[in-house]
């Protein structure tokens, strides 16, 4: 069993940045690939970023160039830097864990999920 606890979120102006983390307790981290997702009000669970096993990433078009997540194995945590902000990536983000091997964006591959942390984008 895997307890994620997501952390980070809060307001941010338009072109900000922020820093998510996802915290796991009974599991280490490095043997699963993470994912992180977003939920808007109305709208489906969304892909945002993928990490594998061995560091390699994957992004969702719409934040690519702009995401970058990482792993932080000392500190079993997950990270998604969150750069040029926009109102549209207003969401509830969580964090996941895909104890897979397929490289997953369909919410239902993962796992274990944490609670979520709001991400609110002013204009």
């Known amino acids: 069993q895997v307890q994620l606890v997501e952390s980070g979120g809060g307001l941010v102006q338009a072109g900000g940045s922020r820093r998510l983390s996802c915290a796991a307790s009974?599991?280490?981290?490095?043997?699963?690939?993470m994912g992180w997702f977003r939920q808007a009000p109305g709208k489906e669970r969304e892909f945002v970023a993928r990490?594998?096993?061995?560091?390699?990433?994957y992004y969702a078009d719409s934040v690519k160039g702009r995401f970058t997540i990482s792993r932080d194995n000392a500190n079993n945590t997950v990270n998604l830097q969150m750069n040029g902000l926009r109102p549209e990536d207003t969401a509830v983000y969580y964090c996941?864990?895909?104890?897979?091997?397929?490289?997953?964006?369909?919410?239902?591959?993962?796992?274990?999920w944490g609670q979520g942390t709001q991400v609110t984008v002013s204009s």
């Open positions: 996941a864990a895909d104890g897979g091997y397929v490289v997953r964006r369909n919410p239902s591959g993962y796992d274990y």
């Open positions: 009974g599991r280490t981290l490095s043997t699963f690939a």
């Open positions: 990490i594998s096993r061995g560091g390699t990433t």
